[in-house]
């Protein structure tokens, strides 16, 4: 009897598979590809029909989604459920499920807050800035990829999150948090004191983020600004199109970034602005990534204004979201992006014009400072 189970299955296995590969021959695969595929499919079916314990074919194929993403050992390029992916659509919206911090990684496993958001469940928890995250609802996170940490820290509106937090001069201690909807505002201008200085702070680049700094932008020319420091520090990035509608605020007529995807095929996005007429200071460091680099890597290449603070990330490639038919997505690495000289800054950064390290337990921002002064300097004060 046992025979014939075994003889009945692997017989359906190889009817299935032969469909499959048949289908796709006909979809025009080539004859090692469909071979691939049947491997695939094969495998798929023994595990469903003779593991154990009974497994939906629903989590095999998330798995193998999975496994893919992982394969290709690109870090930027990952599957996630349909309860990441709705989180990550939500940021990119400008309002999401979350406590109201904003997280900086300075190297891999190590999750620090760099700024914490007035009026937020993160401010009425007591969180600080420079806290530092080790574990999320009691799992380490040694292991996880930023995207993995900031996944976990958000979540639906109502619901909480236990953060185990290092402090300086004191024992670590958890702390659970409610989380709720965070409207997110990722562009913000003041006049710097006592200046004709404007300062406009970017948080990330989201749906709404161009409009935000157009009327940052505007609201610091009506108050009679003579210099522009924009602020990219602990900006993981985000929308491209956003990024692009920022440098036509900022970067004279001419390329901003070029993307050139496998096929070798060029997309260039150019500003059609006919002169910015202030002088422009740029604030980076390592937390600042993607598309932050590529408006400071505009701004330096085209000799615009000038680059203050520390080596940047080194994020030089381009996503895309794929999303699924169960709420699930691919977040998958499609291009990379070299700024108008053509460098590529993947793995590498951007180096600032003016390099200035801002100093553990620093009581002053001594890189605004610096812009500041670099600022007079052009400015002739």
Do not use: W
Request: charged share 25%; proline share 3%; glycine share 12%.
């Amino acid at each position: 009897m046992k025979k014939i189970i075994i003889t009945a299955l692997v017989t359906t296995v190889l009817v299935v598979t032969g469909m499959f590969m048949g289908l796709f021959s006909l979809l025009g695969a080539n004859e090692a590809n469909v071979a691939q595929i049947g491997r695939l499919v094969t495998t798929m079916l023994f595990i469903e029909n003779k593991y154990v314990d009974e497994v939906p074919l629903e989590k095999l194929v998330d798995g193998a989604i999975d496994g893919m993403t992982r394969a290709l050992g690109d870090k930027h390029s990952i599957y996630m459920d349909d309860e990441k992916f709705k989180q990550l659509m939500q940021q990119t919206e400008g309002a999401f499920g979350g406590i109201g911090v904003v997280m900086g990684f300075p190297e891999p496993g190590r999750c620090e807050i760099m700024s914490v958001m007035e009026d937020t469940p993160s401010a009425e928890a007591g969180l600080l800035e420079k806290d530092e995250i080790i574990r999320i609802d009691g799992e380490d996170v040694s292991a996880m990829q930023p995207e993995e940490m900031a996944g976990k820290v958000r979540g639906e509106e109502g619901t909480q999150v236990v953060l185990t937090i290092r402090r300086q001069g004191q024992e670590d201690f958890d702390v659970t948090i409610t989380r709720a909807v965070i409207q997110l505002t990722t562009a913000k201008g003041i006049m710097v004191d006592n200046t004709k200085i404007g300062y406009i702070r970017v948080a990330s680049f989201s749906e709404n983020t161009g409009k935000e700094f157009q009327k940052e932008l505007a609201s610091l020319k009506e108050q009679g600004m003579e210099g522009l420091i924009v602020d990219l520090r602990a900006n993981p990035g985000g929308l491209i199109t956003s990024c692009v509608e920022i440098s036509n605020q900022l970067i004279p007529a001419g390329e901003i970034v070029s993307m050139v995807d496998r096929d070798g095929h060029r997309t260039v996005y150019n500003s059609e602005l006919a002169g910015f007429d202030y002088p422009l200071v740029v604030l980076i460091d390592g937390n600042s990534a993607s598309a932050s680099e590529i408006l400071a890597g505009a701004v330096q290449d085209r000799q615009c204004g000038t680059i203050v603070g520390t080596k940047s990330f080194g994020k030089g490639s381009v996503q895309t979201m794929l999303p699924l038919t169960h709420g699930d997505g691919l977040k998958l690495t499609v291009a990379r992006y070299y700024t108008p000289s053509g460098r590529s800054i993947d793995g590498t950064g951007i180096e600032p014009d003016v390099e200035v390290e801002l100093p553990e337990g620093a009581v002053q921002d001594v890189q605004l400072l610096k812009a500041v002064e670099v600022m007079k300097e052009k400015l002739g004060q």
